[in-house]
């Protein structure tokens, strides 16, 4: 049996990425590489590599401006780039997609956290219980994320950690408010 041609886009992607491990590729540069035009195709093999290389341990980075003033495109707007990183490599430009994920994430854990507590609350819900659970996993989360209170300079640089030190302490009062008064 054959293999279908979105399996061949992938594996095509996988093993240009894999060559140019650790460079700043944009979609073009890719499509360049793997002659699959940039479009909707290409964007869904770099789904499925993202997946695959996290299962094997390794990284494909999320896409972000280049920090490289020339790469520039002809509007000269900064070009979106990301970069295939082997297990046990990293840099500057990983703790920025990292930190990116993280505020991403408490952002997603924030929602969570409202949306949860106001259907445990909920008369008329119905999984108030399960509600509750949820609300509490996601209060405990943000317990152990707020415990976390400096990032070192080497990590990320100062100006992107303020909306996550931002959201963690707003968060964290929110936590001690239960304490005192009654839900």
Known sequence: M?????????????????????REVSYADIAAGVDIPDGHRLRRAVRGVRVIAANR???LEMFQP???PARRDPARR???VTRYMRDGHGDEFSARDAMSAARAAMTSVKDMHRATTFEAANTRSIARTEFAT?????????TKV????????????RENTG????????????LTEPATSPR
């Open 2 to 22: 054959g293999w279908t041609q979105a399996e061949n886009d992938v594996a095509d992607v996988m093993i240009w990425l894999r060559c140019n491990h650790g």
């Open 57 to 59: 341990g390794d990284r």
């Open 66 to 68: 280049s920090a490289d």
């Open 78 to 80: 900064r070009v979106f």
């Open 134 to 142: 949820m609300a509490q996993a996601a209060d405990e989360c943000i």
């Open 146 to 157: 707020a415990g976390i209170e400096v990032v070192g300079p080497q990590a990320v640089r």
């Open 163 to 174: 909306l996550l030190a931002e959201m963690i302490a707003d968060l964290e009062a929110r």
